[in-house]
């Protein structure tokens, strides 16, 4: 698999550019990603957040959908590839939670992530790397499996930005017609 590249003067472009794929979760309105302050894996961090992020950690940023009790968290992390000016990512996650209002917590429905550069062995690297969905609310040990979105594809899934935004709107759409209709009253 190809390993998916950007010059770090880009990165507030692609902040931008997750936020535009972002938008089928709420509604067609945009959504603020920003690159995170301190160095995550002597890297950087893009977020998603409905704003007022503080000092708060990037994985707890969280925004709102569309629908009423369902709140997301995206992320991707970014890290210098060898001594140049270029950055490397090694993950993207969207999580879709759920606000259990009687238990007052958020529970997680569904994860949709890649780590393109995941080099763990086993036989279930291939469906790791490429963007892979979890069934959180499934009963165990069904959330621990990777379901791959990109079955066939795989090799081209970070061949460029530009392949990879396609993957990601697609993934988007397909939580956004798919999953949140199933939790609006």
Known sequence: MPDLTIRATDLHARARAAGHILRPLCGNREVPCTVYGPPV???????????GVGESYFKAWLFASCVRDIVCRYHEIWVPRDNSASLLLTQSYLTILWQNRAKRELEQVVCVHCEPCNDGGGASIVYR??????????????????????????????????????????????VSAEVLPQYQP
């Open 41 to 51: 894996r002597r890297g950087k961090a893009i977020a998603a957040h409905s704003g």
């Open 129 to 174: 790397r490429g963007p892979h969905l979890h069934v959180a609310k499934a009963d165990q040990p069904l959330p621990r499996a990777h379901f791959l979105l990109t079955l066939g594809s795989e090799d081209t899934s970070f061949s460029s930005l530009a392949a990879f935004n396609s993957i990601l709107g697609k993934v988007v759409a397909l």
